[in-house]
């Protein structure tokens, strides 16, 4: 097991990366103010790993109260956060109930804001089952869920007490979302770890072969990546840099995904194709070669990713979509683009024409 | 114009309390990250005083979005959350957009919870024209939205950037709402300032009077205590006293409030009831005498406001309800009683006997 921490004054949690780290209660008990939890999963996750997870914990004398939401993250919203909701109070949870999320990134969000908002405020422990949610959404502390008109919209900075990622789960997880996970990975290199982007491209076949002793690597210097930005700016408001930067391509994803219908493209999928329209645009401004742009879109599409903008979505949409963003600030869209292949920057001043002919030139 | 603090390092925020102060907008924009604000308000107060609010801003250069909901307590839900939300969206604001709550603890409530998610936390300001917003809801920053299971179940702790207190808006408050925030004026002497309730005692004419001079030493004095609480307990987490001392009557009232339907009895008139039980159990555990309990209902019913249990409202149900109350410790019902009147303490070893006897007498 290793183990990683979160700065974060007297929200400060430990990160721990391993196999079967699941049913180790013991990792979980001392965090609870009382031997309450009500773990929340989903019907994929349920019957491949609740039990592993709460058999420890009964035998350890906590109550478990379970939560099965449908998969998917089209269930990422109000009606599903009210179903959790309505589960504490019929099982009477209280301030001093712990949530367990058990999950990929879409649990982890929602788990996270329900216990933001749940009676003003309880504890929670991140359990995540994908390798997305371990690099990326289960540290961090940004929780919340998805409005009509945008993704992520509605949510709370609510960190969690506890991060336990069990790399024994990722053996179960479909390819496709392996490599959207893979996406985070990558972008860890692309923006602040240049030889971790050399040490990507020599073993992306490991990791997408899921080669344990890789994935620990990617996954051990991805969450000090993501600690150690989440430190610095906690609540992204860093006016440049900051916790901006892992925004690389995320703009470009949003629009994506809202554009295509949430649950048509996955995160990482929308991630890894906006992370080229950024690398491209980057180029026009002249701080990326085009040789280091084909750089990046080869190592994605060894890593099992679309490189491609969607033919159906247009610039025009596209732009209307990154307005709504928010990473916009006073009306100006405030872009993540490379200055070189390791290190990221906020942006602000691209001309519009250029971000019209990266997408342009990123369609497939 | 008088001025308080509540100090809470980097989120402390000023009190303005006096006449007009509406219309004072050189107030507000110093606190405009940009300036854009979205003015939340109801149908009641919306044709009053919004103007009077916005010509002012709109005058000064701000950008000014009206958003007007429907008025009272059952809508402080999360449909009408979402209408923020949506128009939010529509107008394409942002977290560099301040909103503005113009209107009673629903619209304060509501407004405060809603700048807490959108985007994941936006700036806002509480501009209160009712008495009870005025001394309590707009002060400390619960926010929050009830759930058909229980009242402020679902909300963040959210602090203003300012709370302007125009005492102006006091002259068009019904009686029966004066009333209601009078119990909350009369709650801080009860719980912590003995020569306050003297005070009250001997100044409660001139209060339900509407003396402007009576109103704004009320207001000024409460506003004092509720910041000085706040400041040392922000987040309810002090094991015994701190915040949750606030809470004199709020149980039982809770119980009142839901038990007889949202909206059938006001957040005040059901905290007097509540206070009048608490001071009724208090003296069952030696701490108050007859007489004082008496001189409890004697003011309360004086300010106009109910100080009997609802006649259809069983005990056995109140029980139940209040076990739901967010204030319940490890399923034991912690509730705030009075050693002596100025002085208050929670208490969770109250019988169950004594409690169910204190509500029964207190029937009508």
């Given at each position: 097991m290793r183990t990683l921490n979160v700065s974060l004054d007297s929200r400060s949690y430990p990160i721990h990366i391993g196999p079967s780290l699941l049913a180790e209660a013991a990792l979980i008990?001392?965090?609870?103010?009382?031997p309450q939890v009500a773990v929340i999963s989903n019907t994929t996750i349920a019957p491949l790993y609740l039990e592993k997870l709460t058999a420890p914990l009964l035998a350890a004398g906590v109550r478990v109260t379970e939560i099965i939401l449908p998969d998917g993250e089209v269930y990422k919203n109000w009606e599903t956060l009210n179903v959790i909701f309505d589960a504490l109070l019929r099982e009477r949870c209280d301030r001093a109930t712990t949530l367990i999320a058990l999950g990929g990134g879409v649990i982890g969000d929602l788990t996270g804001f329900a216990a933001a908002c749940f009676q003003r405020g309880l504890p929670f422990i991140q359990v995540p089952t994908t390798l997305l949610a371990q690099v990326d959404s289960s540290v961090g502390g940004k929780t919340g869920i998805n409005h009509p008109r945008g993704k992520n919209m509605i949510g709370a900075f609510w960190q969690p007490q506890l991060v336990l990622a069990d790399t024994g789960t990722l053996t179960t997880l479909p390819d496709r979302e392996l490599s959207a996970g893979l996406a985070e990975v990558i972008k860890y290199g692309l923006i602040r770890d240049g030889s971790f982007l050399t040490w990507c491209e020599a073993n992306v076949e490991r990791l997408m072969a899921r080669d344990a002793e890789a994935l620990t690597v990617a996954i051990e210097r991805s969450c000090f990546h993501k600690a150690e930005v989440v430190a610095d700016d906690e609540r992204e408001t860093a006016s440049s840099g900051g916790r901006a930067l892992l925004n690389l391509g995320h703009t470009f994803g949003h629009a994506i995904e809202t554009g295509m219908g949430y649950g048509q493209w996955l995160h990482g999928e929308a991630v890894a194709a906006g992370m080229v329209v950024a690398a491209e645009l980057s180029r026009r401004l002249g701080w990326l070669t085009a040789a280091e742009v084909d750089r990046v879109r080869t190592l994605l599409t060894r890593a099992g990713l679309p490189t491609e903008w969607p033919a159906t979505l247009t610039v025009d949409r596209a732009l209307e979509l990154m307005a709504h963003d928010k990473k916009v600030i006073a009306g100006q869209q405030r872009l993540v683009l490379l200055k070189r292949l390791g290190e990221a920057v906020t942006w602000k001043d691209a001309p519009e024409a250029d971000i019209r002919a990266a997408i342009e030139s990123c369609r497939g």
């Open positions: 008990v001392p965090f609870l103010p009382r």
